[in-house]
């Protein structure tokens, strides 16, 4: 968002009035509106009931003081402002800073690994744990290779359609071509049947498993009677 926030700072009418990146931020700064401190809504504590969080009178949910969303950005004949790029999706905020490489690094990742649905300005807390995973995943793509490190995710594909499961099995490829460690805990044949090695646990769940069933190239657990794993990745992999 810090490439975002500049291109802002840039706009002739912000230059016009000395405003700064940081006057783009909802995070500090006096740009965000007073009334909610820029989150966009109130939080009110209910006694015996969940807390409810209201749509801010002040700024209708927009973050930003009035004048500070009179600041528009003008790009490729479209036209947002700070608002309006929060609430778009990531794959339209790719066409919205189409040409513009910066932005588009930072973007194009979170297109990988399937997330492209999501909002600029959504959340962390109401992401799902998966989704918070491939953000994570998404900002070390993002960042200058090391080939020296290992990433550790827990059911990545919980929730993803087949095709974004598929995208996140060649980002993952893409990590481990490039000499790092994907250590993934799941239960997805697609993703089990391309792993380089299996450690199987069972052969129960609860207090019947924990134990290791078969360990192996996905040939050698498919090929194990024990294995429940085995007996499902058998069928996949002839």
Do not use: W
């Not at 990742?109 to 989704?131: C, I, N, R």
């Amino acid at each position: 968002f810090n490439a975002i926030r500049k291109l802002f700072a840039q706009a002739p009418l912000a230059r016009e009035r000395g405003y700064t990146a940081g006057t783009f931020s909802f995070n500090s700064g006096d740009g965000r509106c007073p009334g909610c401190g820029g989150t966009g809504f109130e939080h009110v504590e209910m006694q015996f009931l969940s807390d409810v969080y209201l749509r801010c009178p002040d700024c209708n949910g927009q973050r930003f003081r009035p004048e500070v969303l009179e600041v528009r950005l003008e790009h490729l004949g479209q036209s947002a402002n700070i608002a309006a790029v929060l609430e778009m999706t990531v794959s339209e905020a790719l066409n919205f800073f189409k040409g513009l490489k910066e932005v588009q690094y930072s973007l194009q990742p979170l297109v990988d690994v399937g997330l492209e649905y999501v909002a600029l300005g959504q959340p962390v807390p109401t992401l799902s744990g998966g989704e918070a995973q491939r953000v994570k995943l998404a900002t070390e793509l993002s960042k200058r290779p090391t080939g020296r490190t290992i990433y550790i995710l827990d059911e990545p594909t919980t929730g993803l359609h087949t095709a974004d499961v598929h995208k996140l099995i060649d980002v993952l490829q893409k990590l481990v071509d490039a000499g790092n460690t994907v250590v993934v805990i799941e239960h997805n044949l697609d993703v089990i049947k391309v792993a380089d090695h299996i450690i199987d646990l069972g052969p129960e769940g609860g207090d019947n498993g924990g134990k290791i069933v078969v360990c192996g190239t996905p040939e050698k657990v498919a090929a194990c009677k024990k294995s429940y794993t085995g007996m499902y990745l058998k069928k996949i992999l002839k």
